[in-house]
């Protein structure tokens, strides 16, 4: 049986100890790194755990793989008898000072009381070598906790190559920001559904979630946050996101609420040869136009897998989302996505997309990010960058752009 199996059944079986936060700090460190390139050098991730070299550093990479990083200084008591929660995939931290002039100054994330912050980086090049969860919460002031995920081996993925200088820690993962005080927190390990040797952005590890129960006032709530897989199916998707509820099912505190990138694009991405599949059935069964305004109600039809596993776990999204509302713009001239093209669709099928896409001037808004909560009743749901239901591109800070994908709120009564 494989190594990643093993760990996979154990978090299955409900193995995920919950850690009580009873220091103030805990920083996560390591001296993998003058292994990488050898570790680099293995095909898949099967080949590297028959070798030597893994049965001498696999104590030390589990450690790693499994690790948080915390900062819990703050004790404070809620000013107003509701909370603003915020869910951000902010790009691995690239646009750092971008990212704190928004959560700063912007009139409705500045009054965000929780993050659940998704692609946050610690020691990689891409976003400055910082620990991009600890700047930004003393930043605001905030407690946090960061869950790590995976040990990059390389840069990063299409389009993050150019960065000056090496990666030190290489630690990429999910974060939860909390003005109150965080007590504890659990890392469920997320369904496993791709080996990351053979990706394009090669690392070690694996997807986990990040659970923190946290005290505000009297009342004390589960805080979640999750990254699906983008190269993955719905239904695949839909098992990971279970992975983390069923977690959460195990809580003693009724109160909760869950944000994150679901990645719900509503393709199967697990193959090429699958991903033209779904398309081609796409354009067959609602047309170009139909498939795009499926990209903002996803769990209506081809994400249902993803909507009913919320509905099975007692989880309401509907009410903790503004309608209609698309995340991210998909914008097919950004140079990125147009790398990301180039690795997953023929130059016949863009030159065809951009044909049906001239109506839409190639920028397409699609939901990836979704809130969902169990045992409370949102007072309302935001999506600060929204205009007249239609998602903007966020501000750019310093001429970048802060993030390619749009925060979203929800204000939930104590």
Not at 307 to 326: C, M, R, V, W
Request: a positive charge; aromatic letters at 10%; one cysteine or more.
């Amino acid at each position: 049986m494989r190594i990643f199996n093993r760990i996979q059944k154990s978090s299955a079986n409900g193995i995920c100890p919950e850690i009580e936060l009873d220091n103030i700090r805990h920083k996560l460190s390591h001296k993998l790194t003058p292994f990488f390139a050898e570790i680099r050098q293995y095909s898949s991730q099967n080949d590297f755990f028959r070798s030597d070299l893994y049965r001498n550093l696999s104590e030390e990479i589990h450690r790693v793989e499994n690790g948080l990083d915390w900062e819990n200084n703050f004790e404070r008591e809620p000013e107003r008898d509701w909370l603003r929660v915020t869910a951000w995939n902010i790009e691995r931290g690239i646009n750092l000072q971008g990212i704190i002039h928004l959560l700063k100054n912007h009139p409705v994330l500045r009054e965000s009381d929780v993050l659940l912050l998704t692609e946050t980086d610690i020691g990689m090049s891409r976003s400055g070598n910082k620990n991009v969860p600890e700047e930004i919460s003393r930043a605001l002031k905030m407690n946090y906790v960061f869950a790590n995920s995976f040990i990059e081996l390389t840069k990063g993925d299409v389009g993050e190559q150019h960065f000056e200088g090496e990666n030190t820690l290489s630690l990429h993962g999910c974060a939860v920001l909390s003005r109150f005080p965080i007590l504890s927190c659990r890392t469920p390990m997320l369904h496993k559904v791709e080996d990351e040797f053979r990706a394009y952005e090669k690392r070690l590890g694996h997807r986990r979630g990040l659970i923190c129960s946290i005290r505000a006032g009297k009342t004390i709530f589960d805080a979640a946050t999750v990254h699906l897989d983008l190269r993955t199916s719905p239904k695949q998707r839909a098992l990971q996101l279970k992975s983390i509820l069923s977690e959460m099912m195990q809580s003693k505190h009724l109160k909760q609420i869950i944000g994150g990138d679901l990645n719900t694009h509503t393709y199967n991405m697990q193959t090429k040869l699958k991903l033209f599949g779904s398309f081609v059935y796409k354009c067959l069964f609602t047309g170009v136009h139909g498939a795009i305004k499926h990209y903002n109600i996803p769990g209506e039809f081809f994400e249902q897998p993803v909507a009913k596993a919320f509905a099975n776990f007692g989880f309401d999204y509907s009410h903790f989302n503004e309608p209609l509302t698309g995340t991210l713009v998909y914008d097919f001239h950004e140079t990125t996505i147009q790398k990301k093209m180039d690795k997953y669709a023929s130059v016949k099928l863009q030159n065809w997309l951009s044909n049906r896409l001239k109506p839409f001037e190639g920028r397409v808004p699609i939901r990836l990010d979704w809130l969902a909560g169990k045992n409370i009743n949102p007072l309302r749901a935001i999506s600060p960058f929204a205009v007249d239901g239609h998602p903007s591109v966020l501000p750019k800070f310093n001429g970048l752009r802060v993030s390619d994908h749009l925060p979203i709120c929800v204000d939930l009564p104590i």
